[in-house]
């Protein structure tokens, strides 16, 4: 699937929200920190919004800042959800839920991130959960990604691997033309040893690159390949990017 923007990358713009923090007393634990991430990434919701809801953990961390912020604030939402695991935990704290299906259009999306560099460009799929990620993303008017600054590199795919959504159907075939790519994977298996499928049913390679990849081309290698569902190369959907610096977030935007 192609991301919603075509456009060249452009170097993104920096700024520091630390008037966004929670703090308490001089130190800031690791769970204030990442609260206060969320905090910062739910901040602009405002009733009459559908909001869609990434996958993972520091997805998850969104879910329960934007679950505080409709108690607090009375917010009047409606809520995507981009995994079976993050529709759970939204039930689970009261947020209402809407089928995709019946949703035209996203005014926001609120989701983590494995990777992302300075380019705005961002690694997605650990969870296996990119292609509707990719979906919500597409489907939205604005995008904010969550990350700490461990995950932030010169170019993604230099601390994570790539993961590339595959049918089972004609599995050895894809991976035949994955090669031909240059490209090696391994395909991802749970903790009892069988293949991990994603929510869709779909297997996961992945697939550790070497750095001198050009990524927008490598995307449309990988979105030509009929076995290929997704990949996690997200080049240009991320809006914005905040990225928690031990107690400033910093903002990147395009």
């Given at each position: 699937m192609h991301g919603r923007r075509t456009c060249g990358v452009r170097r993104a713009r920096s700024t520091l929200e630390s008037s966004l923090l929670w703090r308490r007393g001089s130190a800031l634990s690791e769970q204030d920190v990442v609260d206060a991430l969320a905090q910062a990434a739910v901040a602009n919701i405002v009733s009459g919004m559908i909001v869609g809801l990434g996958a993972g953990r520091t997805a998850a961390r969104g879910v329960r800042a934007l679950a505080e912020r409709v108690r607090d604030d009375k917010l009047d939402i409606q809520c995507v959800a981009a995994s079976n695991a993050t529709e759970a935990l939204a039930r689970e704290l009261g947020l209402p839920l809407t089928d995709f299906a019946l949703v035209e259009e996203i005014d926001i999306l609120i989701d983590g991130a494995d990777e992302?560099?300075?380019d705005m460009r961002v690694m997605k799929g650990s969870r296996g959960a990119m292609t509707r990620e990719r979906m919500l993303a597409w489907a939205s008017r604005h995008c904010v990604f969550m990350v700490d600054e461990q995950k932030v590199s010169d170019k993604i795919g230099t601390l994570t691997s790539l993961p590339v959504a595959l049918m089972a159907f004609g599995l050895s075939s894809t991976r035949r033309a994955i090669r031909d790519l240059g490209l090696n994977g391994v395909c991802r298996r749970d903790l009892d040893g069988n293949f991990f499928l994603t929510d869709n049913g779909n297997l996961v390679l992945d697939?550790?690159?070497?750095?001198q990849e050009d990524l927008e081309?490598?995307?449309a290698q990988l979105n030509d390949l009929p076995g290929v569902i997704d990949h996690g190369l997200f080049l240009s959907?991320?809006?914005?990017i905040l990225i928690d610096h031990k107690g400033e977030v910093e903002r990147l935007e395009r």
């Open positions: 992302v560099d300075k697939i550790k690159l070497n750095g081309h490598l995307a959907e991320a809006d914005v």
